[in-house]
C-alpha cells in the first residue's frame, strides 16, 4: 500500500501520531514552537539540548518517549550544519522514516524548520517516501504482525504552500518506488518482457503510447549491435519506447536506459563472488520507466520519449565469441572483443533509434562501467557528453535532486584506444580511462542530437546499507531526469 502523505497545521504537542519526528538543524536551541511539546515530555526535549546529549549533527539521531498525551514518540533528527537545504531535509526525512518504519507504528508526523517553501517540501516527501520504501513480494509474511508506516503528515505553517509541494513530492516519489522495485526485482522475474509490461502500464494508467519491439523488428532495422547480446539467450529482447505528450507536436527530449536484466558477461564471464549484483544492470531502465511515471503524474506540459533496451547477457552455444564483428543500424561495424561490455552494444542501436524522433536533447542513463566505481564511487554518477551546455543542465538537474554527478571528458585523444583491426570500432578500449571510452563509443551513435550520458553503475544501487537508505537500489537516476525534463518546461 503507497504510503498517504498530508500537511497539516497543528501544535507539536497536539499531533496523534505513534512517532513525531523533528528535523533539526546543527546548533539549534529547542526549536521554537515546541514548548508545549516539551512540557508534555517532561523537559526531556530541553534537558537534552542543554546537557549536549543531542547537537544536530547529520544523521544524529535521539529517541525520546511520548507524553501522556500527543505523539507516542520523538525522534529528533539531525541535518548538520545545512549548506543546501533541500538535499539535507530529504535525507533527514528518508532517516525519520526509516527509523519510524522499524518501530511498529501506522502514523508519523515530521516537523520540519520553519520557512520552508514547496520545494523544500517536496524533498521531504521524497526522503520519507524513499526511506519508509520496502521490497516485501518476495518474503512470507512474519508469523509475528508487524506494523509498517502508512501515514505521514507534515506539520507547515502554511498549508496551501505545502499542498504543491505536497502533490508533485508525491508524484516523483512514485516514480522511484516504480524504479526501485523493478530494481530490486531478480533477473528471473524482471524479464525483458516484464520491463516491457511495466513500460505498458505506466502507458496504460497515463494514456501514453507504447511500442514494443521484439527481435524480428530490430531485425528489419539491422540492430545488429543489439541482437549480437541478444543471441545468447532464448529470452526475447525488448526495445521499448514510451511516448509522453505533454506539448502536442514539439520536439521531444529523449530519456535511454539500458536494460540488461542481467549480465553474466557473457562468453567473457563475469567471475562467481557478486554476479548476483548483476541484476541491477536493468537500472537506467529503471531510471527511465521511472522518471516517464513522475513526468506523467506531473503533467508536465512538454514531449518525453523513454527508450529501454531490454535484453539479458548470457553465454551459450548461440551466443557471441570475442572477436565476433557486427553491424549496428547506423552502419558501423563493431568488432567484439569482450562479450562483458554488452551495454554499449545495446545502446549503440538505442540512440540510433532515437534520431528518429528528431530529439531536442538526449540523455542516457546505463550502469556501464566498473571503472566509473573506480574514479567516482558511489556518491558520484560519471556525467559525458557531446554538448557543454547541456552537460552544464545535466550536472545541475542532479544537483537540485541531490544525485550530484562530475563529468567527465570525452577526450578525443582516446578514441585510439577503440579502434579496431578488423572493424571500425572495438567494444572495449582497455582498462586505462574505461568509462571514458566507454562514452566514445556511444558518441558514434549519436550523430545529429545534443546527447549527455550517465553512467550511473556506482550510484544506481548499494552494496551496502548506508545510513539513511538501506542496501539495494537507490532510484537514481529517476531525480536527475525529471528535475532535467521540468527546467526544460517554456
Ligand atoms: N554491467 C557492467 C558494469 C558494472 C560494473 C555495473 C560494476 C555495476 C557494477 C558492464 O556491462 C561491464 O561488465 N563492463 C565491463 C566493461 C569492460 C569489459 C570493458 C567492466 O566495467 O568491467
Ligand atoms: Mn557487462
Ligand atoms: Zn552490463
Redesign the pocket.
Known amino acids: 500500500m503507497p504510503l498517504a502523505f498530508s500537511v497539516v497545521h497543528v501544535d507539536a504537542s497536539a499531533v496523534s501520531a505513534g512517532v513525531l519526528a523533528i528535523l533539526c538543524p546543527k546548533g539549534s536551541l529547542v526549536p521554537a514552537g515546541l514548548t508545549a511539546l516539551d512540557d508534555a515530555l517532561g523537559g526531556a526535549l530541553s534537558r537534552s539540548f542543554a546537557r549536549g546529549a543531542f547537537v544536530g549533527k547529520r544523521d544524529e539521531v535521539l529517541h525520546l518517549s511520548g507524553g501522556a498525551t500527543g505523539p507516542e514518540r520523538v525522534l529528533v533528527i539531525g541535518m548538520g550544519v545545512v549548506t543546501d537545504g533541500p538535499a539535507a531535509l530529504k535525507r533527514a526525512a528518508q532517516l525519520a522514516a526509516r527509523r519510524a518504519n522499524g518501530l511498529n507504528t501506522a502514523s508519523m508526523a515530521i516537523i520540519v524548520p520553519t520557512g520552508l517553501n514547496a520545494v523544500d517540501l517536496e524533498q521531504v516527501v521524497i526522503g520519507a517516501s524513499m526511506g519508509a520504501w520496502e521490497y516485501r513480494e518476495l518474503k512470507s509474511p512474519p508469523t509475528e504482525p508487524r506494523t509498517t508506516l502508512e501515514r505521514i503528515s507534515i506539520v507547515v505553517e502554511d498549508e496551501a504552500t505545502a499542498a504543491a509541494g505536497l502533490a508533485s513530492g508525491e508524484s516523483i516519489a512514485a516514480g522511484y518506488s516504480l524504479a526501485r522495485r523493478l530494481q530490486m526485482m531478480p533477473g528471473n522475474l524482471c524479464t525483458p518482457d516484464a520491463l516491457a509490461d511495466a513500460a505498458r502500464d505506466i502507458a496504460a494508467r497515463h494514456a501514453m503510447d507504447v511500442t514494443v519491439l521484439g527481435r524480428r523488428e530490430m531485425e528489419a532495422l539491422r540492430m545488429g549491435s543489439f541482437l549480437a547480446v541478444a543471441q545468447g539467450t532464448p529470452q526475447e529482447p525488448r526495445l521499448i519506447a514510451l511516448e509522453y505528450r505533454g506539448a502536442g507536436d514539439a520536439r521531444p527530449i529523449v530519456l535511454a536506459g539500458k536494460g ?1 536484466c542481467f ?1 553474466t ?1 557473457g562468453i ?1 564471464i563475469k567471475p562467481a563472488p557478486g554476479m548476483e ?2 541484476k ?2 536493468m537500472s537506467g531502465a529503471a531510471g527511465v520507466l521511472g522518471a516517464m511515471e513522475a513526468i506523467a503524474r506531473l503533467k508536465l506540459p512538454i514531449n518525453v520519449v523513454g527508450l529501454v533496451g531490454a535484453v539479458t547477457n548470457m553465454p551459450s552455444g548461440t551466443a557471441i565469441n570475442p572477436g565476433d564483428v557486427v553491424q549496428a543500424s547506423n552502419g558501423t561495424f563493431i568488432e567484439i572483443v ?1 562479450t ?4 554499449r552494444l545495446v545502446l549503440a542501436d538505442v540512440l540510433h533509434y532515437a534520431k528518429k524522433y528528431d530529439p531536442v536533447a538526449v540523455v542516457d542513463a546505463a ?5 566509473v ?1 573506480i574514479g567516482l564511487g558511489n556518491s558520484l554518477m560519471g556525467v559525458l557528453g557531446t554538448d557543454a551546455t547541456l552537460v552544464q543542465d545535466v550536472l545541475a538537474a542532479g544537483a537540485r535532486a541531490s544525485e550530484p554527478g562530475w563529468e567527465l571528458p570525452l577526450w578525443p585523444d582516446y578514441e585510439e584506444q577503440i579502434k579496431s583491426d578488423t572493424a571500425d570500432i572495438k567494444n ?1 578500449g582497455g582498462r586505462a580511462a ?1 568509462t571514458i571510452t566507454a562514452g566514445l563509443f556511444l558518441k558514434v551513435f549519436t550523430e545529429g542530437y545534443p546527447w549527455v550520458h550517465l553512467d550511473v ?1 556506482g550510484t544506481a544501487y548499494s552494496e551496502n546499507d548506508l545510513v539513511s537508505l538501506p542496501k539495494g537500489p537507490t532510484g537514481r537516476p529517476v531525480g536527475t531526469f525529471v528535475e532535467f525534463v521540468r527546467a526544460r518546461v517554456s
Do not use: F, H, K, R
Request: glycine share 18%; no cysteine; net charge negative.
Open positions: 540488461v549480465d558477461g567473457s549484483w548483476m541491477y544492470d569482450n562483458d561490455a554488452e551495454g550502469t556501464l562501467t566498473g571503472a566505481v572495449t574505461g553503475a
